[in-house]
């Protein structure tokens, strides 16, 4: 192919600066999470509590040093304003329904407001007066209380400002609010500043392939020498994907379609690097994505450290999580006394009257909260450096742990969900690096309008995928696509056989955009409902009719339950069932006629879906209408997410007519499907 136009890295970094300030802005605006002002009327606060943004009514109830230094506090409901519903039986107060969930980064204040500044002349009061309070990350949630690690995500722990604030806290009426958690936004500011100022001489090799400087060097077959797999169930692709990625010297994408095995490939790809010697860093764009690797990694017994605030981690690879090994590890002993020391001290504040006394406090905290800092962080380099593979988000990757640690082979899974400026945050120092995803599903969630919206794009542009329409210009465009488009197929493997889908579901997507290479693998391809297990009759029988009494004008959404409530009477469990629809307007229909009658089933968003499975999906395609506009149905990527969710059974409910007239694809889809579905025209009549 012809060698690709090399692409400035400054103007690239300064653009993609450019589209971020505009993503964050349109992020915030949107986000009902903006900073509120220090005092909040009483409603204002119950009004965001009953939408989930809040939890008012608190009070600071214990306090304790958590992981990595942190103060942690315990927040219970105030028994003063807790009313007698919400008491358990024994009187106790409870916290009512919220949505502050753990992971959340939250700050918690006064609900009278700051306190009055005195003469104005405490710097740092004033400082925590503006912000209106600590701020932390919700480390557990109870029935009885919610727990704070104070410090924001990223920030390096409790500092003595935020430990001044949270004594603060004590004896007050507190509410706690939702902020939202700009990290990744900063994180990837910061990587693009470094990488617009960065010279010629500055760049890797692997940064000169990337923005087509240079192309990719040969495979070096001979230095990866024979494979000797390790799992003995990998499919003929998959070993053609690892044996590629070992043998490459810069870039490896490894394409994997819905159900073809991803993760289980770069499982395996990373026990071979391990086996040669080489230290790996694995991040994906998600902490679930990085956990998922961690917990299938753990029991290969490959000493994994991961990166990452406890609070957002799984709890099953908690054991793994540098900072509970910073504990656990014979090397954390040097840390242990010290936070014994950081706790004494911190309930002695309670006891002192005097604030001259107080204040004495607070700086020897803060000394200890610095000594406990510099010696974690020799226990962390140290826990760091001696393992081979490491596990981070790919914002976490730009951490002070990773400070300085060099790495023979980045892999990036899930990497065409992830914007590339997130993933350059892992790359800059990388020289290797590989990319695990599928660019023909959805790329990441973009909110600004930096780009044409969603449905303006795919009107009328059907033949030209909108990656191609905002070519260079939009955050949509992911790094896995865009060394895809400079370099050609030649860099990448797909993988072929997939796991999840009976074959006459595969048939269309397989055809239509993977060029109809899937194979659907034997244990599969003919799978059916019928063959599951059964909900026994006298199950069934007390769940009652379907409908009940609610009435709808919605047809699509009656078909919809009516076809969930066949399943089920058949003996599906709900469980087993997925319903998915790309709009939200029809998900909230969808869920006032179906979540309480069924609480198993699963309702959500496609774009939601991505990535997730189910034995039976039934999709509401909602687009109906005279002019056959299909809006962002005319997305192939999230029509391939909605079509390839479905293990045994899938049915798609629309009006054919309007669908088939939104585009060459969409008009495919609706011919196969009469070729090849069981095709019903409900009767309004027998609906309602
Ligand atoms: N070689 C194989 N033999 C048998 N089963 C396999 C094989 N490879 C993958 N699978 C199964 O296929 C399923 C999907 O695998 P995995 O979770 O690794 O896929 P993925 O590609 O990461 O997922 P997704 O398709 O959702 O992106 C899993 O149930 C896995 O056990």
């Known amino acids: ?57 608190l009070i600071l109830s214990q306090c304790r040093t958590g992981l990595g230094g942190r103060v942690v506090g315990e927040f219970a409901p105030d028994p003063a304003v807790a ?19 753990v992971g959340d980064v939250v700050r918690v204040s006064d609900v009278a407001g700051p306190g009055k500044k005195v003469g104005g002349k405490d710097k740092e009061k004033d400082k925590d007066a503006e912000k209106g ?122 394409h994997g379609p819905p159900g073809t095995g991803k993760t289980h490939t770069l499982i395996e790809l990373v026990l071979q690097l391990v086996q040669r010697k080489k230290r790996v860093l694995v991040c994906g764009p998600s902490n679930v994505s990085v956990d998922n690797i961690v917990e299938r990694l753990a029991p290969k017994k490959v000493p994994v450290v991961r990166i990452g605030h406890p609070a957002r981690l799984l709890p099953s690879v908690l054991e793994h999580s540098l900072e509970v090994l910073t504990q656990t590890s014979d090397a954390g002993g040097i840390v242990k006394d010290i936070r014994k020391e950081i706790d004494e001290k911190q309930a002695s504040i309670r006891k002192t009257r005097s604030g001259r006394e107080r204040r004495g406090i607070y700086d020897e905290l803060k000394l200890l909260r ?50 590339e400026a997130q993933c350059w945050i892992s790359l800059l120092g990388a020289e290797k690096v590989v990319l695990a995803g599928d660019h023909l599903q959805l790329p990441p969630t973009v909110k600004s309008t930096g780009q044409k919206s969603k449905d303006e794009v795919s009107k009328g542009t059907e033949e030209k995928t909108d990656t191609e329409t905002l070519k260079g210009v939009s955050l949509e465009r992911t790094l896995f696509d865009r060394l895809l488009a400079l370099h050609g197929p030649g860099i990448k493997r797909m993988l072929t056989t997939q796991y999840r889908m009976h074959e006459t579901i595969m ?22 409902l019928v063959d599951l297990p059964y909900e026994a009759e006298d199950e069934i029988s007390k769940k009652g009719a379907l409908l009940g009494d609610s009435k ?26 997925a319903v998915i629809t790309p709009y939200n307007g029809q998900l909230a229909l969808l869920s006032r006629m179906l979540r309480e009658k069924y609480p198993g089933l699963e309702l959500g968003s496609v774009d939601g879906f991505q990535g997730r499975e189910k034995e039976a999906v039934v999709v509401s395609l909602v687009r109906s209408n005279a002019e056959h506009e299909v809006g962002f149905l005319g997305e192939k990527r999230r029509l391939n997410v909605a079509m390839t969710r479905p293990k045994r059974h899938l049915c798609i409910c629309g009006d054919s007519e309007t669908i088939s007239h939104g585009s060459s694809f969409l008009k495919h889809w609706m011919d196969f499907l009469e070729e090849n579905a069981d095709l019903r025209y409900p009767d309004a009549g027998d609906l309602l």
């Open 133 to 254: 309070g600590p701020e932390g990350v919700v480390t557990r949630t109870g029935d009885r209380a919610v727990w704070i690690a104070f410090g924001r995500p990223g920030g390096g722990g409790t500092s003595k400002e935020d430990d001044e604030a949270v004594e603060e806290l004590w004896g007050k009426k507190l509410w706690a609010i939702k902020l939202a958690n700009d990290v990744t936004y900063r994180r990837m500011r910061q990587t693009m500043e470094k990488m617009e100022k960065m010279t010629e001489t500055d760049y890797s090799h692997f940064m000169r392939v990337a923005f087509g400087h240079t192309t990719p060097l040969q495979l070096d077959t001979e230095a990866c020498g024979p494979v000797e797999f390790t799992d003995p169930t990998l499919n003929d692709s998959q070993k053609d994907a690892i044996r590629f990625a070992l043998a490459s010297r810069d870039i490896a994408l490894i």
């Open 83 to 101: 009313s007698d519903e919400s008491r358990a039986a024994d009187g106790t107060p409870r916290l009512g329904s919220h949505g502050i969930r």
């Open 552 to 577: 709808s004008n919605e047809m699509e959404a009656l078909v919809v339950a009516r076809h969930v409530g066949n399943l089920i009477d058949a003996g599906v469990r709900p469980e087993s069932i």
């Open 507 to 528: 048939r269309f997507p397989s055809d239509e955009l993977y060029e109809g290479r899937l194979i659907a693998s034997d244990a599969v391809k003919s799978r059916l």
């Open 370 to 419: 610095k000594e406990f800092r510099q010696r974690e962080s020799k226990c962390v380099d140290n826990l760091v450096r001696e393992s081979s593979v490491v596990l981070a988000t790919l914002h976490g990757a730009g951490g002070h742990q990773l400070k300085n640690q060099k790495f023979d082979v980045v892999i990036i899974d899930e990497a065409s969900q992830a914007l």
């Open 1 to 57: 192919m012809a060698p690709p136009t090399p692409i400035p890295i400054p103007l690239f970094a300064s653009t993609q600066l450019n589209l971020l300030h505009e993503e964050h802005a349109a992020e915030v605006s949107s986000s009902k999470l903006a900073s509120t002002a220090a005092t909040v009327s009483p409603l204002t606060r119950r009004t965001l509590q009953a939408t989930g943004y809040a939890l008012t009514g």
